[in-house]
């Protein structure tokens, strides 16, 4: 596994690439070697207390903080080598604005 912190920025970036509709090539390479990273251990992302947190460790990534504020999303525990068709809703769910339903009805 990548450390808290490349694994965060990596995440950031693919949702990134998932909120520009003309980065399709780039959004699929990046989902791989995002899905790549959680072949043998998976991951929990928080937002606690105004601080972005991977596995315990607080990391830099003010915008993935404020996606998951956005949606109200407290924590994501990805487990290892995660369904893909999971992966890519979660990522579509927190590019989009928020809906009536939450991230997890989605799921």
Known sequence: M???QHFAASFARTLDLFRDPGAKEE????FR????MLKVEGVTI???DGKL?????AVD????LQRLE????????IP???????????LRSLATQPGEEDIASRL
């Open 70 to 77: 956005f949606h109200s999303v407290k924590e994501i525990a």
């Open 46 to 48: 928080s937002a606690q």
């Open 27 to 30: 959004q699929k390479t990046q």
């Open 61 to 64: 990534g003010d915008t993935l």
């Open 80 to 90: 290892p080598d995660p369904p893909l068709g999971e992966m890519f809703e979660l």
């Open 2 to 4: 990548a450390t808290p």
């Open 53 to 57: 947190v991977v596995n315990d460790t």
């Open 33 to 36: 070697t995002l899905v790549g």
